[in-house]
């Protein structure tokens, strides 16, 4: 599990086709990896990843075929950066909202403006995900933590703070670019508990 407050924008360095799937290697950036294990899991954009080797400048994760097609994964550019965040501990404060690093689908940036010393950002995102989503709702948007401010029936909106903007990948992320959206677990759950109610009735 992760909290969405993105820890370090690291980078994509390469991509080994490796028996029918990929092996991506990404550079930490300024990650804290002192005690970087593997096997552990670090959410890459918002995807949950896990480590298979590492050394002092970045780690390899295996991609799977199912990720690469869903996420951003499989289209990022050698250099393209990425936003990091390692996975919770029991002691870690929850800041932004559970995030499981399970991607729901990609959305677009349809619109930046802005709006006082913030950024207003408008994403394009399919129905099956935009049913999840509510106005002051959470959303992880390429992993990042953030709080809906506007939704309709073609996309929602949010605001970014200038520290958003400087310590995470939206700072390169340019509109017409593909993200990963993870809606917040509850809204699953709570849609699952009364599917369940209605066919028990």
Request: proline fraction near 3%.
């Amino acid at each position: 599990m992760f909290t969405g407050l993105i820890q370090a924008v690291g980078r994509l360095e390469s991509r080994e086709v490796r028996g029918g799937d990929q092996r991506l290697r990404f550079a930490f950036g300024s990650l804290p990896a002192h005690d970087i294990e593997l096997g552990e899991s670090i959410a890459v954009s918002g995807c949950c990843l896990t480590v298979v080797a590492y050394d002092a400048r970045g780690f390899d994760a295996d991609v799977s075929n199912e990720s690469l097609a869903l996420t951003t994964l499989g289209s990022l550019p050698p250099g393209a950066a990425v936003n990091l965040e390692r996975s919770l501990l029991p002691t870690t404060r929850l800041g932004g909202h559970l995030v499981s690093g399970h991607v729901d689908g990609l959305g677009t940036v349809d619109k930046v403006w802005d709006d006082g010393r913030s950024q207003r950002w408008r994403f394009g995102a399919p129905r099956a995900v935009l049913r999840y989503v509510a106005a002051k709702g959470s959303i992880a948007v390429d992993g990042v933590s953030l709080t809906v401010n506007a939704v309709d029936e073609a996309g929602f909106e949010v605001n970014l703070v200038p520290h958003t903007v400087a310590h995470t990948a939206f700072g390169e992320t340019a509109v017409g670019a593909a993200v990963n959206l993870e809606v917040d677990t509850i809204a699953r759950y709570v849609e699952r508990l009364l599917a369940t109610r209605e066919e028990s009735a």
